[in-house]
């Protein structure tokens, strides 16, 4: 008997819709997000928007997210977004990436890409972010930059600016208005003619004032300024008066040469110099 051909189907076309929109809502029927789309692909796998726009709803800081695309997988609810991505916080903080994946159910936005944050307090870069949606908490992985608006003492004087760097990573707290670089942490403070350097800075930023109000820095402390180099296990910046306090067998270094020179020569020679406690 002559064996039979069965022909084998092909998959379903996906479902094409024009003006996207999806919901999500708390346990207590409340408005949580919102993803819309000029357009939509929709397969049993996943969905595809194009032109994504995103509304984070929470009770003390909303938030907007834009990309050119987006695609829902429809197992878990994840959502991936791709190109032109931007988050902006109703605080007017503004996030740029060229990806992101949001996970819905754990409230977390994330990529490996290089990041930037901008906001009133100055700029923040860095490859790799782990935050909340609406950016109140963030974790930057590698490579962080930050610039920091300062406020001249002279009311009349445009403003300043202090540069903190680290190889990461770096936690901030836009609410509690405070960050925590981690990993050969440098501080650049041209106003004061001041350089720390520390394995961990944890810093605090007076925002109504625009300044920095404290930092302390932990972990093989170096401050230079001028021709003075000091060493310490933990120093304190106290940002009202300009002092710092240093504690953990201070050690204070004089010296005739500049301060990069100086900072050379400190370390090949500190186990010999005296303490100063």
Aim: aromatic share 6%; proline share 4%; hydrophobic share 35%.
């Amino acid at each position: 008997m002559p064996g039979r051909a069965f022909a084998v189907e092909d998959a379903a076309p996906p479902q094409q819709l024009e003006g996207f929109n999806l919901n999500g809502y708390t346990p207590t029927g409340t408005k949580a997000w919102e993803v819309n789309g000029d357009k939509a692909d929709i397969t049993d796998a996943q969905i595809k928007i194009d032109n994504v726009n995103a509304n984070f709803y929470n009770p003390k800081q909303n938030a907007n997210l834009t990309s050119d695309t987006g695609t829902i997988d429809k197992s878990n609810g994840d959502i991936h977004l791709q190109d032109n991505v931007v988050i902006t916080a109703q605080r007017g903080t503004r996030m740029t990436t060229d990806s992101l994946d949001w996970k819905r159910n754990q409230d977390l936005v994330t990529t490996e890409d290089h990041v930037k944050i901008v906001d009133d307090q100055g700029t923040v870069t860095g490859t790799g972010l782990t935050a909340h949606p609406n950016l109140k908490t963030a974790q930057l992985n590698e490579d962080v930059k930050a610039i920091m608006k300062i406020k001249s003492k002279d009311l009349k004087a445009p403003s300043q600016t202090v540069q903190i760097t680290c190889d990461g990573p770096m936690q901030m707290d836009q609410v509690k208005m405070y960050a925590v670089f981690h990993e050969n942490v440098v501080a650049v403070d041209p106003s004061a003619g001041r350089e720390l350097h520390a394995d961990e800075m944890r810093v605090w930023f007076d925002e109504k004032n625009k300044k920095i109000s404290k930092v302390i820095c932990l972990g093989n402390v170096v401050a230079i300024q001028g021709n003075n180099t000091s060493y310490a296990d933990v120093m304190t910046y106290n940002g009202d008066d300009g002092t710092l306090v240093m504690s953990g067998k201070p050690k204070l270094i004089f010296d005739t040469g500049d301060s990069k020179s100086l900072f050379k020569k400190s370390e090949e020679k500190k186990p010999d110099e005296p303490e100063f406690q």
